[in-house]
């Protein structure tokens, strides 16, 4: 790896929350050592973000009421309530309330 730092939200994820329940198990179970832990955390942080990049490519929109945003250290956070979902196929999915987490795309060090 080349020392750039990635954002961590996607720890926070259903793959991210499962990855780092496993890795706390093998610590625990002293398979292996933290630091290689976070190793692989940062790994899996710098993997996720350019796989996403790369090979997403499906689109929504969404309608909904904004119920409070915020900018802080360039990462743009909103929570919206009573949002509807449509997909590229039409098809509408509502939700009760939704927080959506927007960070630049570049990648780090660039400009």
């Given at each position: 790896m080349n020392g750039q730092a990635y954002y961590e939200l996607y720890r926070?994820?259903?793959i991210?929350?499962?990855l780092t329940d496993t890795l706390d198990d093998l610590i625990t179970d002293r398979r292996i050592?933290?630091?290689l832990a976070i190793k692989i955390l940062a790994n899996f942080d710098r993997s996720i973000t350019e796989i996403l990049a790369e090979r997403?490519?499906?689109k929504l929109q969404f309608k909904?009421?904004?119920h409070t945003y915020r900018f802080c250290d360039e990462v743009w956070t909103f929570l919206i309530e009573?949002?509807?979902f449509k997909m590229e196929n039409?098809?509408?999915v509502p939700a009760d309330k939704v927080k959506i987490v927007s960070c630049s795309s570049?990648?780090?060090g660039e400009t």
């Amino acid at each position: 790896m080349n020392g750039q730092a990635y954002y961590e939200l996607y720890r926070q994820s259903s793959i991210g929350m499962a990855l780092t329940d496993t890795l706390d198990d093998l610590i625990t179970d002293r398979r292996i050592e933290p630091q290689l832990a976070i190793k692989i955390l940062a790994n899996f942080d710098r993997s996720i973000t350019e796989i996403l990049a790369e090979r997403v490519k499906a689109k929504l929109q969404f309608k909904g009421h904004l119920h409070t945003y915020r900018f802080c250290d360039e990462v743009w956070t909103f929570l919206i309530e009573n949002v509807t979902f449509k997909m590229e196929n039409a098809q509408a999915v509502p939700a009760d309330k939704v927080k959506i987490v927007s960070c630049s795309s570049k990648k780090p060090g660039e400009t």
